[in-house]
């Protein structure tokens, strides 16, 4: 059988993954729902088929319609990108019975990993410190406040099949919890499908710090290094950056190591990322594992010189990792900037709309990840995410002002968009200095009302 990988996804990581399936010259096809049927990455495919509705729920999310274009057009992989079905075991164990390889972990994998609650358990497993809380899933307020009894004020309430930084509620008191305990599970249940929600100790202005991972079928784990991610709103990424300026080469090594007893406990195959909370004295948490490739994984690739798409559609067709863990370096720096189209003068409100004209910043060490053109309309039923603007430099130091010099470059016009935001962070004294946390963003939204107040 010819290879032919079918993506299950839009956007940017779909153009990412077509592109990459092309350089190994692998025919790739596309799916879409009717409202993107004029998106680059069905154009960009060899083939491309349509697979419901603008809602996601008929179309990126529609199991039977995305199965059933994969054996309509005989491709023998496919590749879910990030978001959508990517985590979901249900679609993996489906597409594992028909013969089609799934670009990613098994179904057994996910459903060790998936629910986050039980992540905790494999992390506790491998010996890795977990954030103070809950033994799996609480099930209701008296359970709630016997676990917060035990760990004390402020908690959070996180959803098993949370994700994107929805779900999660910080408690202070006994009075929230009884109201946002089952407030929560709502939340839950609406936007995941599933109420479970369990608890961890709320862990001041930590630090977001994840590690890479890589694993083939044949044993081999592998780490590539750590991202900073720290830099969050609404506990949804906003800039990342590799390597972390708060991680040692010490502390690097035992993310490194914690993170692949974890991916060997869970027979971990392909890309993963596992991710961890770090506070002030360099104490680690184990948070959880996403078991699918990540949007700010062009970091790493800059600071590894590792093609990550390439290396999983790779694996999945049952090659050795290309690489050794002695064989990575990170060498110079690497940040991106997510732009979204999103009003920040108007409490983020998304804004979608038509891209009357945007022109692309460039030169050496510039990269652009986007599906969008000049005349493309961003449709109001996905992700606000336009563009991943990615930077290359050999110090810190160079590549911030890499990236004021492209956000500087970059015109986008039609619709409210974060550029100019992101721009205002390249000059915060504490950004540069490299000295933030999870808090930076409230802080930061802060400076920037009052400054436009006086
Ligand atoms: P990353 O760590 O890759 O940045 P994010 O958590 O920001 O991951 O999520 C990436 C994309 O996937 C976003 O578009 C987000 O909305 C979506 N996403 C992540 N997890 C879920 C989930 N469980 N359900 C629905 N969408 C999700
Ligand atoms: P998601 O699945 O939505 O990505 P995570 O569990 O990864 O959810 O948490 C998202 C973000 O919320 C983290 O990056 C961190 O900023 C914050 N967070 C998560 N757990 C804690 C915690 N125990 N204490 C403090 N902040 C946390
Ligand atoms: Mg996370």
Known sequence: MT?????ANRGEIAVRIIRAAKELGIPTVSVYSKVD????HVKLADEAICIGKDKSSDSYLNINNIISAAIATGANAIHPGYGFLSENEKFVSIIEKCNIKFIGPSSKTISLLGN????????K???VNIVDGSDGVVEDVSDALEVTKRIGYPILIKACSGGGGKGISVIKNDEELSYLFNQTKQEALVNFNDDRVYIEKYIENPRHIEIQIM????????HLGERDCSIQRRNQKMIEESPSPFVSEDLRKELGEAAVRIAKIANYENAGTVEFIVDKNNNY????VNTRIQVEHPITEMVTGIDL????????YNNKLSFTQESIKLIGHSIECRINAEDPDNSFRPSPGLIKNVIFPGGLGVRIDTHIYPNYTISPFYDSMLSKLIVYAPT???AIRKMRMALEEFMIDGIKNNIELQYLIMYNTDFVRGSYDTNFMNKFLEIVRMSRNE
């Open 37 to 40: 049927e004029n998106s680059l």
């Open 3 to 7: 290879n032919k990988i079918l993506i």
């Open 116 to 123: 986050k609650a039980c992540a905790r358990d494999i992390a």
């Open 125 to 127: 497993q491998a010996n």
């Open 215 to 222: 694993a083939d079928s044949f044993g081999n784990i592998v």
């Open 396 to 398: 810190r130091r160079e």
């Open 309 to 316: 798409i390439k290396e999983q559609i790779k694996i999945a």
């Open 285 to 288: 948490y184990f948070i959880e």
